[in-house]
């Protein structure tokens, strides 16, 4: 889907120590995006995978993007996934 191919790109343009692109792509404002999806799309495994690898590669080492994240609710949507995909090891993952 566009959301799952979109969720990619974002996790692969912020992994890998990117600092200065994990805090270019959570100030152009992505992280409602993806909460978004993960809302939106709740039975897609696939979405909700890649939507959770987003949220941990802009996370990774950046406390700022973390209370980001934490203050848009992005931690229930994840515990939401993982309970809605148990048998998902990519969720899981």
Known sequence: S?????LIALANLSSNDHTSNQTRIVQAGAIKPILAAMRY????????????????????DHAANKSHIVDEGGVALVLSAMSAHETSVDVQG
């Open 2 to 6: 566009v959301q799952s191919e979109a």
């Open 41 to 60: 799309h709740k039975t897609n495994a696939s979405v909700q995978e890649y939507a959770c690898s987003a949220l941990w590669t802009l996370a990774c």
